[in-house]
C-alpha cells in the first residue's frame, strides 16, 4: 500500500483539496501535489505499461527523468501525450489517463509479449523482419503500426495558444537550486544582467529534502534569504517552471516557461518558449540519481532512493509500509532515515559494499536501521507490486541466503551529473573514478564567439554533491572554488550488476532502459554480436531512446557495455547528448505561427478587388495571386477556359504587380547588365524593352524577364515573380563581392508599383477610353515602352506580351493601384473586358511556346536546351555561366532539347510524363528519353498540348512517341513545333 | 546559431539576420579558363576543421556583404570584415594567430 502520511509534506496545502480522475476513477489530493505524488496517495503504483513487453510499471523517479510514469493528459482540444506525472501540477478537475494498454492498465493482452520475452532480444526486428521480403508490407509492418507509440496523439485543433519571447543577459543560470541560486547572486552582485530559470514549480533543489544545511544555515532560511535578496535586484530576472532546454552556438539558449499548464484556460498562453542570447551559460543543473540493475528492478514499487525521499518529505507520501534500501553510496542513508523519521519501516539497509562507515551509516545504526553491507538483491519478488526482495551476496552469483517481506524497494546506484547543457554544443566529459560519473572537463568547454567558455557547470552538475560545499562569491566562471572530494565519506563502489556474478536468468530481469524494455541481456548480447561503439550499441538496443533520452539508463548501460568489451567505462565513452533536455511541446516550437499568421503574406494593391471579384487565389512565394476568378456555377477549369476565350477573343486583365522590378543605375550600369544577362542589354536605346535570360555561373538557367532602358544610365529589369528578392540578391553580390570598383546602383522596387496587364484584340481601345496618352501602333510599337498618364493616373506603359496577344503592361506607382484597375474593369466593359488569373496566363503561355522559369527549367537546364540560343550574345567576351555552358557535358548534341507535343487522341498528357524508350535501367525501370515540362488543355484549339525536353528533339519533328501515365499505360503524342498558336506573331504586332 | 558582427552596421548581428554565402576569398575563372581552373573555381571548396573565411550577407540588416573569418570546430570568431578586399586584411591575420599560434595564411 502506498498512502497519504497524517503529518508533513512540506510543499502540499492539506486545506486546498484537488480533485481529479486517472482512467475515469475520481481520486483527490492536495494543491502542491505533483500527480505521480498524489496518485500514490490513493494507492495507485501501477501508472503505465512498458514499450516492448506491456510489462506493469510504476513510477520510480520524483522528476524530469520518470520514465514510465507518462500520461495521457486532458480531453478533446487539450488532450496531450506522454506527459510525464511527476513534473505535472495537480490541479482541481485535472484527467489523465495510462497509456500503452489494452484493454485495461490491470488486463493488457500486449503483456503476453512478456512471457514471449526469448523471443524478442535487441535487435529483434532487424533479425526477424527481413524474409520473406514480401511479408514486411503484408504482416509484420500492419502488426508493428498497430502496437507501436505510446500515447495517443490529439486529433483536434489545439485550444491553447503559446507565446515566444526574446531576451538577453551576461548570465543565464540553468536550475534554481542551491548551487544555481548561489551563482546568481554572485554574478548578480557583479552587476551582471542575470536570468535563472527552474524548471520545476520551487526554488531550492533538493537540499531542503535532505535537510542540508548551507553557509552555516538551514537550507531552506538560506534560500528564503537569498531569493529575497535576488528578487529586490534591477538585473535579476527569476522565472519558476522553466526548462532550459537546449544551449546552441554563441549562447544562444531555448527555454520552454510552462505557465498555464496547471492552470487550463485560464486566458493564459499554455507555454512560452524563451529564445535567449546569454553571455555566459551556468549550468546548476544537478545530477541524476542512478537504478541499480537486479532481477526484478522494474516492478512497480521498486523507486529510487531519492524519490522515496521526495514523496515522503515533499508531499507527505508514503510508497509503502516496509521500504528495503539497497544502495552502493551513503546518500541512500538519508532514505532510510526519512522513512524511520516519518514513523515507517525499514527492515534492512543492503549495502553492496563491504563497509559503510560514514556519518549517513552511523545515524541509521544508531536509528535501529539493520545495515548488511555486502549484501544484494537476488531479486525482487512480486507482480505488479513488490511483496519481498531475496537477498544474496554481492560477491557471489545470486544464491538466496534469506528473503525480506517489504512493499518498496528504494535503490541508489550513485549519481549522475546533468551535463547535457555543457555538452549541447560540443563539451566534453570526463570519467571521474571516485564519483563514478562523468563529470564536465573544464579543458575542453564548449566555445563562445569570444573564444571564452560558453558554458559553467557548478554544483552537482560539476561533481560537487554536497550544499554545504557552495562558497559565497562562488559559481560565477570558477570551477576552482569548490573541492570536488568535498564529501569523501559518500564515497560510492560502482555496482553496475547485482549480484555481480548473476547468471542469464537473473541479467534477463535487470532493466536498464524501463521504457524501452532494454535488459542488462540485451546489451551483453549487443556485444556478442559485435557492436563495440556505444553509438551503435545505442541503436541497436534501443538503450536511451525513448522519451526520456536515457536519463537513468545510459551510465549503466555502457557500463554493463563496457564490462561484456573488457574495457574501461571511458574507453567506451557515452553518447551524444542532444537538445531538448526534456521535450518540448510543438505548440510552443510553433509559438504564434499558426492559423492566419503562419507566415507572412503579400498582397498586390488590388488584394482586395480581386477577393470581392470571387478570386480563388494561389500562393506564389509568399504572394497570393488570382488562379482564376470562377463565376456562379463555373469550375476552376470552366473559368480558365473562359478567361482564356475572352483574354484572345476580347481583353482580358490581369494583376501583374507580383512582377519582379528591379532599378540598375550608374555609369556602369549597362556593363554590369551585360554580364548578368546572356544577352546584350548596353545597346538597348532608351525607349525599348528587350527580353533577357540570366544564368549561374554554371551556365543554367536561372531567371528571365523583360529589361526596359528608362535613361542613358538606367534599366528596369523585371525578373519573375518568386525571383525578385533572388536576383537583387545576386546583383548585390557580384557588385559588392567581385566587381566593387563599378559604379551601379540597385534597388527592388517590386513594391513600389502595381502592375495590370491589359491583353487582348479590344486592349488598346481600352486603353484610349481611359484617355491622356497616345498607344498607337506609332507611338508605341511593340518592345516599346512610354511614360505618360492614363485617365488621370501617372503611369509607364510596356507594349509586351506574354499571350502573343496585342499587349499593354501598365505600371502605375501602388497608392494608385487599386482605383487604377478599378478604372480598367469599368472603361473596359462595353469591349467585354474581364480579369483572369494565373492559369489562364499559362495556358496562353504555353500555347505561344514561352517558357516559363521552374517549369521548363529545373536548375539543371541552360538556355540551349529550350531553343533560346537567339537570347545569347555569341559576341561578348564574358557573362556569367558563359564558361559553364562550354562544359563537355552542356555543350553535347544528345541534350535533351525543347519541343512541343500534340496526343495523337487530344488528351492531356499528365505532369511529369516522361517518353519511354526501349530497355530498362540497372533498377529494372523503363529507359527515358524525355519529359513533360509543361501540359495543358488548351482551349483555343480544344486538345491537349505539351512541352517538353526530348532527345535531339529539334531534329525530330513529326515522330510519334509514347509517355507513360499514371495509371500505367502510355498515350501517344506527335512531336511538332512548340508555338501552338500564332507562329508568326501577327496578333501582338498590331 | 551565430552571431557575427556586421562590420557595416557595427551591430552583433544574429544568424536569422544574415543569409551564408560560402567560402570567401575565391577568384573567378571565366571563359578561357581551363577545365581544371574552373573546376576548382566552381567546385572544390576548402572544408576545414579550423580556422576558415566565409561570406556572409546582412541580408534583413543593411544589406552589405562581409567576410568572416571563424574556427569551424569551435565556431570561434576571429573578426568580421568588409568584402571589398582580396585576401584576409593584416588585422584578422594577427587576431588568428594570436588564437592559433600555429596557423598560417594560405593553409
Same mark, same amino acid.
Given at each position: 500500500?502506498?498512502?497519504?502520511?497524517?503529518?508533513?509534506?512540506?510543499?502540499?496545502?492539506?486545506?486546498?483539496? %484537488?480533485?481529479?480522475? +486517472?482512467?475515469?476513477?475520481?481520486?483527490? @489530493?492536495?494543491?502542491?501535489?505533483? $500527480?505521480? #505524488? =498524489? /496518485?500514490? *496517495?490513493?494507492?495507485?503504483?501501477?501508472?503505465?505499461?512498458?514499450?516492448?513487453?506491456?510489462?506493469?510499471?510504476?513510477?520510480?523517479?520524483?522528476?524530469?527523468?520518470?520514465?514510465?510514469?507518462?500520461?495521457?493528459?486532458?480531453?478533446?482540444?487539450?488532450?496531450?501525450?506522454?506527459?510525464?506525472?511527476?513534473?505535472?501540477?495537480?490541479?482541481?478537475?485535472?484527467?489523465?489517463?495510462?497509456?500503452?494498454?489494452?484493454?485495461?492498465?490491470?488486463?493488457?493482452?500486449?503483456?503476453?509479449?512478456?512471457?514471449?520475452?526469448?523471443?524478442?532480444?535487441?535487435?529483434?526486428?532487424?533479425?526477424?523482419?527481413?524474409?520473406?521480403?514480401?511479408?514486411?508490407?503484408?504482416?509484420?509492418?500492419?502488426?508493428?503500426?498497430?502496437?507501436?507509440?505510446?500515447?495517443?496523439?490529439?486529433?483536434?485543433?489545439?485550444?491553447?495558444?503559446?507565446? %515566444?519571447?526574446?531576451? +538577453?543577459?551576461?548570465?543565464?543560470?540553468? @536550475?534554481?537550486?542551491?548551487?544555481? $541560486?548561489? #551563482? =546568481? /547572486?554572485? *554574478?548578480?552582485?557583479?552587476?551582471?544582467?542575470?536570468?535563472?530559470?527552474?524548471?520545476?514549480?520551487?526554488?531550492?533543489?533538493?537540499?531542503?529534502?535532505?535537510?542540508?544545511?548551507?553557509?552555516?544555515?538551514?537550507?531552506?532560511?538560506?534560500?528564503?534569504?537569498?531569493?529575497?535578496?535576488?528578487?529586490?535586484?534591477?538585473?535579476?530576472?527569476?522565472?519558476?517552471?522553466?526548462?532550459?532546454?537546449?544551449?546552441?552556438?554563441?549562447?544562444?539558449?531555448?527555454?520552454?516557461?510552462?505557465?498555464?499548464?496547471?492552470?487550463?484556460?485560464?486566458?493564459?498562453?499554455?507555454?512560452?518558449?524563451?529564445?535567449?542570447?546569454?553571455?555566459?551559460?551556468?549550468?546548476?543543473?544537478?545530477?541524476?540519481?542512478?537504478?541499480?540493475?537486479?532481477?526484478?528492478?522494474?516492478?512497480?514499487?521498486?523507486?529510487?532512493?531519492?524519490?522515496?525521499?521526495?514523496?515522503?518529505?515533499?508531499?507527505?507520501?508514503?510508497?509503502?509500509?516496509?521500504?528495503?534500501?539497497?544502495?552502493?553510496?551513503?546518500?541512500?542513508?538519508?532514505?532510510?532515515?526519512?522513512?524511520?523519521?516519518?514513523?515507517?519501516?525499514?527492515?534492512?539497509?543492503?549495502?553492496?559494499?563491504?563497509?559503510?562507515?560514514?556519518?549517513?551509516?552511523?545515524?541509521?545504526?544508531?536509528?535501529?536501521?539493520?545495515?548488511?553491507?555486502?549484501?544484494?538483491?537476488?531479486?525482487?519478488?512480486?507482480?505488479?507490486?513488490?511483496?519481498?526482495?531475496?537477498?544474496?551476496?554481492?560477491?557471489?552469483?545470486?544464491?538466496?541466503?534469506?528473503?525480506?517481506?517489504?512493499?518498496?524497494?528504494?535503490?541508489?546506484?550513485?549519481?549522475?551529473?546533468?551535463?547535457?547543457?555543457?555538452?549541447?554544443?560540443?563539451?566534453?566529459?570526463?570519467?571521474?573514478?571516485?564519483?563514478?560519473?562523468?563529470?564536465?572537463?573544464?579543458?575542453?568547454?564548449?566555445?563562445?564567439?569570444?573564444?571564452?567558455?560558453?558554458?559553467?557547470?557548478?554544483?552537482?552538475?560539476?561533481?560537487?554533491?554536497?550544499?554545504?560545499?557552495?562558497?559565497?562569491?562562488?559559481?560565477?566562471?570558477?570551477?576552482?572554488?569548490?573541492?570536488?572530494?568535498?564529501?569523501?565519506?559518500?564515497?560510492?563502489?560502482?555496482?553496475?550488476?547485482?549480484?555481480?556474478?548473476?547468471?542469464?536468468?537473473?541479467?534477463?530481469?535487470?532493466?536498464?532502459?524501463?521504457?524501452?524494455?532494454?535488459?542488462?541481456?540485451?546489451?551483453?548480447?549487443?556485444?556478442?554480436?559485435?557492436?563495440?561503439?556505444?553509438?551503435?550499441?545505442?541503436?541497436?538496443?534501443?538503450?536511451?531512446?525513448?522519451?526520456?533520452?536515457?536519463?537513468?539508463?545510459?551510465?549503466?548501460?555502457?557500463?554493463?557495455?563496457?564490462?561484456?568489451?573488457?574495457?574501461?567505462?571511458?574507453?567506451?565513452?557515452?553518447?551524444?547528448?542532444?537538445?531538448?533536455?526534456?521535450?518540448?511541446?510543438?505548440?510552443?516550437?510553433?509559438?504564434?505561427?499558426?492559423?492566419?499568421?503562419?507566415?507572412?503574406?503579400?498582397?498586390?494593391?488590388?488584394?482586395?478587388?480581386?477577393?470581392?471579384?470571387?478570386?480563388?487565389?494561389?500562393?506564389?512565394?509568399?504572394?497570393?495571386?488570382?488562379?482564376?476568378?470562377?463565376?456562379?456555377?463555373?469550375?476552376?477549369?470552366?473559368?480558365?477556359?473562359?478567361?482564356?476565350?475572352?483574354?484572345?477573343?476580347?481583353?482580358?486583365?490581369?494583376?501583374?504587380?507580383?512582377?519582379?522590378?528591379?532599378?540598375?543605375?550608374?555609369?556602369?550600369?549597362?556593363?554590369?547588365?551585360?554580364?548578368?544577362?546572356?544577352?546584350?542589354?548596353?545597346?538597348?536605346?532608351?525607349?525599348?524593352?528587350?527580353?533577357?535570360?540570366?544564368?549561374?555561373?554554371?551556365?543554367?538557367?536561372?531567371?528571365?524577364?523583360?529589361?526596359?532602358?528608362?535613361?542613358?544610365?538606367?534599366?528596369?529589369?523585371?525578373?519573375?515573380?518568386?525571383?525578385?528578392?533572388?536576383?537583387?540578391?545576386?546583383?548585390?553580390?557580384?557588385?559588392?563581392?567581385?566587381?566593387?570598383?563599378?559604379?551601379?546602383?540597385?534597388?527592388?522596387?517590386?513594391?513600389?508599383?502595381?502592375?495590370?496587364?491589359?491583353?487582348?484584340?479590344?486592349?488598346?481601345?481600352?486603353?484610349?477610353?481611359?484617355?491622356?496618352?497616345?498607344?498607337?501602333?506609332?507611338?508605341?510599337?511593340?518592345?516599346?515602352?512610354?511614360?505618360?498618364?492614363?485617365?488621370?493616373?501617372?503611369?509607364?506603359?510596356?507594349?509586351?506580351?506574354?499571350?502573343?496577344?496585342?499587349?499593354?503592361?501598365?505600371?502605375?506607382?501602388?497608392?494608385?493601384?487599386?482605383?487604377?484597375?478599378?478604372?480598367?474593369?469599368?472603361?473596359?466593359?462595353?469591349?467585354?473586358?474581364?480579369?483572369?488569373?494565373?492559369?489562364?496566363?499559362?495556358?496562353?503561355?504555353?500555347?505561344?511556346?514561352?517558357?516559363?522559369?521552374?517549369?521548363?527549367?529545373?536548375?539543371?537546364?541552360?538556355?540551349?536546351?529550350?531553343?533560346?540560343?537567339?537570347?545569347?550574345?555569341?559576341?561578348?567576351?564574358?557573362?556569367?555561366?558563359?564558361?559553364?555552358?562550354?562544359?563537355?557535358?552542356?555543350?553535347?548534341?544528345?541534350?535533351?532539347?525543347?519541343?512541343?507535343?500534340?496526343?495523337?487522341?487530344?488528351?492531356?498528357?499528365?505532369?511529369?510524363?516522361?517518353?519511354?524508350?526501349?530497355?530498362?535501367?540497372?533498377?529494372?525501370?523503363?529507359?527515358?528519353?524525355?519529359?513533360?515540362?509543361?501540359?495543358?488543355?488548351?482551349?483555343?484549339?480544344?486538345?491537349?498540348?505539351?512541352?517538353?525536353?526530348?532527345?535531339?528533339?529539334?531534329?525530330?519533328?513529326?515522330?510519334?512517341?509514347?509517355?507513360?501515365?499514371?495509371?500505367?499505360?502510355?498515350?501517344?503524342?506527335?512531336?511538332?513545333?512548340?508555338?501552338?498558336?500564332?507562329?508568326?506573331?501577327?496578333?501582338?504586332?498590331? | 546559431?551565430?552571431?557575427?558582427?556586421?562590420?557595416?552596421?557595427?551591430?552583433?548581428?544574429?544568424?536569422?539576420?544574415?543569409?551564408?554565402?560560402?567560402?570567401?576569398?575565391?577568384?573567378?575563372?571565366?571563359?578561357?579558363?581551363?577545365?581544371?581552373?574552373?573546376?576548382?573555381?566552381?567546385?572544390?571548396?576548402?572544408?576545414?576543421?579550423?580556422?576558415?573565411?566565409?561570406?556572409?550577407?546582412?541580408?534583413?540588416?543593411?544589406?552589405?556583404?562581409?567576410?568572416?573569418?571563424?574556427?569551424?570546430?569551435?565556431?570561434?570568431?576571429?573578426?568580421?570584415?568588409?568584402?571589398?578586399?582580396?585576401?584576409?586584411?593584416?588585422?584578422?591575420?594577427?587576431?588568428?594567430?594570436?588564437?592559433?599560434?600555429?596557423?598560417?595564411?594560405?593553409?
Amino acid at each position: 500500500m502506498s498512502t497519504r502520511l497524517s503529518t508533513g509534506g512540506r510543499l502540499i496545502d492539506r486545506t486546498a483539496p %484537488q480533485g481529479f480522475t +486517472f482512467n475515469g476513477r475520481p481520486m483527490r @489530493g492536495y494543491k502542491g501535489d505533483t $500527480l505521480a #505524488a =498524489a /496518485l500514490l *496517495a490513493n494507492d495507485q503504483m501501477l501508472m503505465g505499461r512498458s514499450f516492448k513487453y506491456h510489462r506493469p510499471r510504476g513510477v520510480v523517479a520524483s522528476g524530469v527523468e520518470e520514465p514510465n510514469a507518462l500520461m495521457n493528459l486532458g480531453t478533446g482540444a487539450r488532450l496531450e501525450p506522454n506527459q510525464r506525472a511527476t513534473t505535472t501540477e495537480l490541479f482541481d478537475g485535472l484527467i489523465a489517463a495510462s497509456q500503452n494498454h489494452w484493454p485495461s492498465l490491470d488486463f493488457d493482452i500486449g503483456f503476453l509479449n512478456n512471457h514471449a520475452a526469448r523471443l524478442l532480444p535487441a535487435g529483434f526486428y532487424y533479425k526477424t523482419f527481413i524474409h520473406p521480403r514480401a511479408f514486411w508490407k503484408h504482416v509484420f509492418e500492419p502488426i508493428i503500426r498497430q502496437s507501436a507509440g505510446l500515447g495517443k496523439a490529439p486529433t483536434e485543433l489545439d485550444a491553447d495558444r503559446y507565446e %515566444q519571447a526574446y531576451a +538577453f543577459c551576461d548570465v543565464l543560470v540553468a @536550475g534554481g537550486g542551491i548551487a544555481g $541560486l548561489n #551563482a =546568481a /547572486l554572485s *554574478a548578480a552582485t557583479a552587476g551582471q544582467r542575470v536570468i535563472l530559470m527552474e524548471q520545476s514549480a520551487h526554488w531550492g533543489g533538493r537540499a531542503p529534502v535532505d535537510g542540508a544545511t548551507v553557509q552555516g544555515q538551514a537550507a531552506e532560511s538560506w534560500i528564503a534569504a537569498t531569493l529575497a535578496t535576488l528578487a529586490a535586484m534591477p538585473n535579476v530576472t527569476l522565472r519558476l517552471r522553466t526548462t532550459v532546454a537546449g544551449v546552441y552556438d554563441h549562447g544562444y539558449v531555448l527555454a520552454d516557461e510552462r505557465i498555464a499548464d496547471h492552470t487550463p484556460g485560464d486566458g493564459r498562453p499554455r507555454q512560452r518558449l524563451w529564445r535567449l542570447r546569454c553571455g555566459q551559460i551556468i549550468a546548476a543543473t544537478g545530477a541524476i540519481e542512478r537504478p541499480l540493475a537486479f532481477a526484478g528492478n522494474d516492478i512497480p514499487g521498486v523507486m529510487l532512493a531519492s524519490a522515496v525521499r521526495d514523496y515522503v518529505v515533499n508531499w507527505a507520501v508514503s510508497p509503502g509500509d516496509r521500504t528495503v534500501v539497497v544502495t552502493n553510496n551513503d546518500d541512500a542513508y538519508l532514505t532510510a532515515i526519512a522513512l524511520k523519521e516519518a514513523g515507517l519501516e525499514v527492515p534492512a539497509i543492503l549495502d553492496a559494499r563491504a563497509t559503510a562507515t560514514g556519518d549517513l551509516p552511523s545515524r541509521a545504526r544508531a536509528m535501529g536501521i539493520r545495515v548488511e553491507t555486502g549484501k544484494a538483491i537476488a531479486k525482487v519478488k512480486g507482480g505488479k507490486r513488490v511483496t519481498g526482495v531475496s537477498v544474496c551476496v554481492q560477491a557471489g552469483e545470486g544464491a538466496v541466503l534469506h528473503d525480506i517481506a517489504c512493499d518498496a524497494v528504494a535503490m541508489s546506484g550513485g549519481w549522475s551529473p546533468v551535463v547535457h547543457l555543457y555538452s549541447h554544443c560540443g563539451g566534453k566529459v570526463v570519467w571521474n573514478d571516485a564519483l563514478a560519473a562523468f563529470v564536465p572537463d573544464t579543458a575542453r568547454p564548449p566555445i563562445n564567439h569570444d573564444g571564452r567558455p560558453m558554458v559553467v557547470c557548478v554544483g552537482a552538475a560539476a561533481g560537487h554533491f554536497a550544499a554545504d560545499a557552495v562558497s559565497p562569491g562562488g559559481g560565477v566562471g570558477t570551477d576552482g572554488a569548490i573541492s570536488r572530494d568535498a564529501n569523501p565519506a559518500q564515497a560510492i563502489q560502482p555496482v553496475w550488476v547485482m549480484p555481480q556474478g548473476a547468471g542469464i536468468k537473473l541479467r534477463s530481469k535487470m532493466w536498464l532502459d524501463y521504457q524501452n524494455d532494454v535488459k542488462v541481456s540485451d546489451v551483453q548480447l549487443a556485444a556478442r554480436e559485435g557492436y563495440e561503439s556505444v553509438e551503435h550499441t545505442k541503436r541497436y538496443t534501443t538503450l536511451g531512446m525513448a522519451t526520456d533520452q536515457g536519463k537513468l539508463s545510459n551510465i549503466n548501460g555502457l557500463a554493463v557495455l563496457a564490462a561484456a568489451l573488457d574495457v574501461t567505462i571511458p574507453q567506451v565513452g557515452t553518447t551524444t547528448f542532444r537538445p531538448p533536455y526534456t521535450p518540448v511541446t510543438l505548440g510552443a516550437l510553433a509559438g504564434e505561427a499558426r492559423g492566419e499568421i503562419f507566415q507572412p503574406l503579400r498582397r498586390t494593391p488590388m488584394h482586395e478587388i480581386h477577393e470581392k471579384a470571387g478570386a480563388y487565389f494561389e500562393p506564389v512565394g509568399l504572394w497570393r495571386r488570382p488562379y482564376c476568378f470562377a463565376q456562379q456555377g463555373e469550375s476552376h477549369a470552366d473559368a480558365v477556359a473562359r478567361e482564356v476565350n475572352n483574354t484572345r477573343q476580347a481583353v482580358g486583365l490581369l494583376d501583374a504587380s507580383t512582377l519582379g522590378k528591379i532599378v540598375v543605375k550608374g555609369p556602369d550600369a549597362g556593363r554590369f547588365l551585360d554580364m548578368l544577362y546572356t544577352g546584350v542589354m548596353s545597346t538597348l536605346p532608351v525607349g525599348k524593352c528587350r527580353y533577357g535570360l540570366m544564368c549561374n555561373e554554371q551556365g543554367f538557367l536561372s531567371d528571365d524577364g523583360v529589361v526596359a532602358r528608362l535613361s542613358e544610365d538606367t534599366w528596369l529589369c523585371h525578373t519573375t515573380s518568386g525571383g525578385a528578392d533572388r536576383i537583387h540578391g545576386w546583383m548585390e553580390d557580384w557588385l559588392q563581392c567581385e566587381w566593387w570598383d563599378w559604379q551601379v546602383y540597385t534597388a527592388n522596387l517590386t513594391e513600389q508599383y502595381a502592375q495590370i496587364a491589359v491583353v487582348g484584340p479590344n486592349a488598346r481601345k481600352l486603353l484610349q477610353d481611359l484617355g491622356g496618352m497616345d498607344v498607337s501602333r506609332e507611338a508605341l510599337p511593340f518592345m516599346g515602352w512610354a511614360e505618360g498618364s492614363l485617365a488621370g493616373f501617372p503611369v509607364r506603359v510596356y507594349r509586351i506580351s506574354f499571350s502573343g496577344e496585342l499587349s499593354y503592361e501598365i505600371a502605375v506607382p501602388a497608392s494608385h493601384g487599386a482605383a487604377f484597375w478599378a478604372a480598367c474593369v469599368t472603361a473596359g466593359k462595353p469591349y467585354g473586358a474581364m480579369p483572369y488569373g494565373t492559369e489562364a496566363l499559362h495556358v496562353m503561355r504555353a500555347e505561344k511556346g514561352f517558357i516559363m522559369i521552374g517549369d521548363e527549367t529545373d536548375g539543371t537546364v541552360i538556355p540551349q536546351d529550350l531553343g533560346l540560343g537567339w537570347a545569347i550574345s555569341k559576341k561578348k567576351a564574358d557573362y556569367l555561366g558563359k564558361r559553364g555552358q562550354e562544359r563537355t557535358y552542356l555543350a553535347n548534341p544528345d541534350r535533351w532539347t525543347l519541343v512541343g507535343f500534340e496526343t495523337l487522341d487530344g488528351s492531356v498528357i499528365p505532369d511529369g510524363a516522361y517518353v519511354i524508350t526501349d530497355g530498362t535501367n540497372a533498377n529494372g525501370q523503363r529507359n527515358t528519353q524525355g519529359r513533360v515540362t509543361s501540359t495543358y488543355h488548351s482551349p483555343t484549339l480544344n486538345r491537349g498540348i505539351a512541352m517538353g525536353l526530348l532527345l535531339h528533339g529539334t531534329k525530330r519533328l513529326g515522330e510519334v512517341v509514347q509517355f507513360n501515365t499514371v495509371s500505367g499505360g502510355t498515350v501517344s503524342a506527335k512531336v511538332v513545333d512548340p508555338v501552338f498558336v500564332d507562329k508568326d506573331g501577327v496578333k501582338q504586332n498590331v | 546559431m551565430l552571431t557575427l558582427e556586421c562590420p557595416y552596421c557595427g551591430i552583433m548581428a544574429d544568424e536569422t539576420e544574415l543569409s551564408p554565402g560560402y567560402e570567401a576569398h575565391l577568384k573567378r575563372y571565366g571563359p578561357g579558363s581551363t577545365d581544371a581552373e574552373f573546376e576548382a573555381y566552381m567546385f572544390a571548396r576548402k572544408n576545414p576543421k579550423g580556422v576558415h573565411f566565409e561570406r556572409w550577407r546582412h541580408a534583413y540588416g543593411c544589406g552589405k556583404w562581409f567576410l568572416a573569418a571563424r574556427c569551424t570546430a569551435t565556431l570561434e570568431v576571429f573578426g568580421t570584415y568588409p568584402a571589398q578586399t582580396s585576401g584576409p586584411p593584416p588585422h584578422i591575420i594577427a587576431a588568428i594567430k594570436a588564437r592559433r599560434p600555429g596557423w598560417e595564411a594560405g593553409q
